[in-house]
C-alpha cells in the first residue's frame, strides 16, 4: 500500500510554483508569504533592507520567539499559561536585583533567574496538576499574584546600574544579525530536539493529544504538565534575560500584559495546535517574522499612524487565511489522489 | 523651420518656468523628526510648531509622528522605523525614561543627534539634552498659587498624571513641599495618580468629589486630562467653593477660569518646545555639538536641563497668555545657539 502510495505520487507531475505551494508544508507557506512581503516591502521602501532595520526586527524577533516558546510548551499539553508576561517581569526585576543590589557575578544571576522563572512556572504547574482547575484560571490568577508581588518588592522602581557586559551583548551583532538572535536560535534549536528527538518531549506531545491514552500508556501526565510548566517558567525567564539585555536595564514597565499576545500569537500562526499535541519550533519562528515584518513594513511605508493596527490586523488576517487556503487544497488534493 | 519654432517656445516657456515658478530651496537638508510618548492632546501643540520652525529656518524635513500606543516598544519600533528611512535628528517624549537609552546609544554610535523634549530621559543618556517644562517649579508655583486662592488655609487633593511619566514624581514632590511650607495651615489630603486618562480620571475625580467633597478646600491638578476633568466636575457640581489651579490651557480649562470654576492654570510651552527643538536638532544634525559650560540645570533625573517656560494663568492675563508664550519661544530661540551649541 504505502509502495503504491509512493507510486502514484512520484508518478505525478508538478505544476511548478503552484503546486509546489500547495503540497508543501505550513511552514513553507509561511515562508513563502514571508518572502513575497519580504520583496514587496523592500521594493516600495528601500530602507526595509537597511541594517538598521533589519537589525531591529531581528532584534523585537529574537525575543518574541522565545516568549512564544514559553507558551508553546504550554500549549503542547493542551493548557495555556497567561502568566507568560508576569513571570518575565519578576524575572526581569530578579536579575536586576541579583546583578546591581547583591552583585552577584553574571553567570550566576542568569542562572538564579532561569531559576526563579522556572519555579514561578513549577508554582503553576503544581496548582494545576493537584487541583485540576483548568490552567487558564490558575494562571490567570498567578499573573496577577506575580506581577502583583514583584510590584509590593521592587516599589516600581527600575534598576538601571547594571553591568555593563549584559547592556554590551544586548546590542552585540554581527552584520544585520543581533547576537541575541543567535541566543534564540541555539533556544529553538535546543527545543526542536527534546520535542521531536527524546522521550520527555513525545510524552508531552502525547500529553496533549489525548491525555486519557497517554495516562493509560504509562504516561503520568500531572508531572507532564508540571514540567512543561516549569519549563514555560525558564523558557519566559529566559526572554526576560535578552529584553533586559537589549534595554540595559531592569525596568517594570516591561513584559507583564504586553506579552500575552504575542506569546499566543508566533506559535499559533507557525501552526502550534490550541488543542495540544502539535508544535513547531521553526513555525513558531516564522510565525514572530511574519508578525514583525509586517508592523516594520507598515511603519517604513509610513502607514498613518492610527492605521496600522487596522492594516496589522488585515494582513495577519489574509495571511493566516491564505495559509489555511492552501492547508485546505492541499488536503483535498491528497483525498483525490487516494 | 517648425522644429526650430518648437524648440524656441519650449526654451522660452523653460526659461519662464525658471524665473517665475517658487524654487524651493532649503538651507539645510536634515530630515528631522519629533515624535511623542504616545497620543496625547499635549502634543498637538508640536505639529504647528514644527511647522513653522522648518518654514523659518529652511529645514527641508520635519515630521511629527506619533506612536499607536504609550508603549516603550512601539515608539522604539518607530524611532528605528524612522532612521532607517533617513531621519538624521530626533525630538522625543520618552517613553520610559531609562528604557529609551539603549536605542538613544544606537543612534549615538550612527551619528544620530537626539533630544529630549517635555520629559527628560535618566542619566546616563545619550540625549544631549532635555528641553521640558521646569514640572517642579510649575508644580510648586501652581500649588503656592492654589494656596493664596484659598485664603492659605484647608485640605487639598493632588490629582496627578500616567505613574509611568517622568514628570509625575517630581510634580508630586514639588506639591509637597509647598505645602510643607504653609506650616499646617494647608494639609494635602490625598495624592490621586493616573488621572491623565479620560476614563480613569473621570471616574477617579468624580469619587473624589463624591465622597470627599466637604472636606476639600482645593484641588491641584498637574496633569492635563485630569485638569480638564476636575474642571467639568466642578462645573456639574456647581461648585466655586472648591478652588481648582490645573495645567495647561486647554479651552474647558479656560472656559473655567471666564467663570469662576478654575482659579487658575499653569500654561506650558508645547509649541516652544517643539519650535526651538527643531531649530536646534537641525543646528545638532549639521555639526554643532552641545556646549559643556552652558547654564545647564541639573534636576534629579538629568544634568543637562533646559526650563521651556510657563505662565500661570488667570482671569487677568487669560487673553494675552499666548503671545507671552511666543514671544517667551522666539526669545529662547534667538540666544539658543549662542548659550548652548558650540557650532563650527
Known sequence: MRSCLNDKFSRTPSRGIADLLIRGSARFGLLFILLVLWIVFSSLSPGFLSRFNLGSMFRSVAVDVVVGCAQMVVLATGGMNLSVGAIGVCAVMSVGYFLQVLNLPLPIAILATLGVGGLLGWLNGVAIAKTGVNSFVVTLASASLFSGGMLILTKGVPLNALPPALGSFGRMSFGPVPALALVTIAIGVVLHIAFFHTTLGRQILAAGANARAAEMSGIRVNRIVVVAHSLSGMLAAAAALMLTARLGAAMPSVAGDDWVLPSFLAPVIGGTALSGGEVSVVGAILGALLVATIRSGLLILQIGDFWLQLFLGVFLLAAIMFERYRATLMLRQQVRRL | ?344
Open chain 2, 1 to 344: 523651420m517648425r522644429y526650430s519654432i518648437a524648440r524656441d517656445t519650449l526654451a522660452t516657456a523653460f526659461g519662464f518656468a525658471v524665473a517665475f515658478l517658487p524654487a524651493q530651496s532649503f538651507a539645510s537638508g536634515n530630515k528631522i523628526a519629533l515624535v511623542p510618548g504616545g497620543p496625547h492632546p499635549y502634543f498637538a501643540g508640536w505639529v504647528q510648531a514644527e511647522q513653522d520652525a522648518a518654514k523659518d529656518f529652511g529645514i527641508s524635513s520635519a515630521e511629527y509622528k506619533v506612536p499607536t500606543e504609550w508603549k516603550l516598544q512601539a515608539q522604539t519600533e518607530l524611532l528605528e522605523s524612522l532612521a532607517a528611512q533617513g531621519v538624521n535628528a530626533f525630538g522625543f517624549f520618552p517613553g520610559d525614561p531609562v528604557g529609551i537609552n539603549s536605542t538613544l546609544e544606537e543612534f549615538k554610535s550612527n551619528n544620530i543627534p537626539a533630544i529630549a523634549i517635555a520629559g527628560c530621559t535618566q542619566d546616563p543618556t545619550d540625549a544631549e539634552f532635555c528641553f521640558a517644562t521646569d514640572v517642579y517649579q510649575a508644580a510648586y508655583m501652581g500649588t503656592k498659587a492654589l494656596i493664596q486662592s484659598m485664603g492659605g488655609k484647608g485640605a487639598i487633593v493632588h490629582l496627578a498624571g500616567l505613574l509611568v511619566d517622568p514628570n509625575t514624581n517630581l510634580r508630586e514632590k514639588a506639591v509637597e513641599k509647598a505645602v510643607s511650607e504653609t506650616n499646617g495651615a494647608v494639609t494635602l489630603l490625598q495624592t490621586i495618580g493616573d488621572t491623565d486618562d479620560q476614563e480613569k480620571g473621570d471616574q477617579k475625580v468624580n469619587a473624589l468629589l463624591a465622597s470627599k467633597k466637604d472636606q476639600v478646600g482645593g484641588i491641584i491638578a498637574t496633569a492635563y486630562i485630569s485638569s480638564v476633568v476636575a474642571t467639568k466636575a466642578l462645573r456639574n457640581l456647581g461648585d466655586k467653593r472648591i478652588k481648582l489651579v490645573g495645567i495647561d490651557d486647554d479651552k474647558i480649562v479656560l472656559d473655567g477660569i471666564h467663570d469662576g470654576f478654575v482659579a487658575g492654570t499653569v500654561a506650558q510651552n508645547p509649541y516652544g518646545q517643539a519650535y526651538v527643538g527643531t531649530y536646534s536638532l537641525d543646528l545638532l544634525a549639521s555639526g554643532c555639538s552641545v556646549k559643556p559650560g552652558a547654564p545647564w540645570i541639573t534636576t534629579p533625573q538629568t544634568a543637562h536641563f533646559i526650563d521651556s517656560g510657563t505662565v500661570l494663568v488667570t482671569l487677568s492675563n487669560i487673553d494675552a497668555y499666548k503671545e507671552e508664550l511666543k514671544a517667551l519661544s522666539h526669545k529662547m530661540q534667538k540666544t539658543f545657539k549662542d548659550t548652548y551649541l558650540a557650532c563650527k
